[in-house]
């Protein structure tokens, strides 16, 4: 359903959904409309944190924030690079991670709540946060760590009028 890669394509929409059903997400925060209030979710999470363009990719409208110095003006610059970039200038925080793994799963989902996963792509290789090489399958996964991830993965909707678990 369109809707349904419209709400993920929205990524704080994508966040909250995916916190809704259980599936682990980075530390980071919903939609921070000043840099005051990205300031204090910035000292909350502790730096180094990365602000994050609600909308878009293609590493538009992300920076790496290490001290909070920085943080006012690179929250007015990754905001104005996504409205210029995507019409929208919201941003939302991550607590930076590395070194890390870029891992993503392709799912296939159906109105009945059955969901596969296709497989896994290794997207590690960047440059200015932009993927430059996905590699099929994720090689250096270990088995344990490939199946939780995709057991966490399959708690995600199958479809937009889902509602999350009354557990979650």
């Not at 909070?68 to 919201?90: I, N, T």
């Amino acid at each position: 359903d369109a809707q349904v890669i419209a709400d993920m394509g929205d990524k704080d929409h994508a966040r909250r959904t995916a916190r809704d059903y259980g599936v682990p997400v980075i530390l980071g925060s919903d939609i921070l409309p000043t840099p005051e209030e990205a300031q204090a979710k910035a000292a909350a999470l502790g730096y180094p944190v990365l602000i994050k363009a609600k909308a878009g990719g293609g590493g538009r409208g992300i920076r790496l924030i290490k001290e909070p110095q920085l943080l006012k003006k690179e929250y007015l610059a990754a905001s104005s690079e996504a409205e210029l970039a995507f019409g929208d200038g919201q941003v939302y925080l991550e607590k930076y991670l590395s070194p890390v793994r870029h891992v993503e799963m392709q799912m296939l989902c159906d109105q009945q709540g059955n969901c596969v996963c296709l497989g896994e792509r290794e997207c590690s290789v960047q440059r200015k946060n932009q993927k430059l090489l996905e590699e099929c399958a994720w090689a250096s996964a270990s088995a344990p760590c490939s199946a939780k991830t995709r057991s966490c993965s399959r708690k995600a909707p199958a479809r937009r009028s889902t509602k999350p678990p009354a557990s979650a």
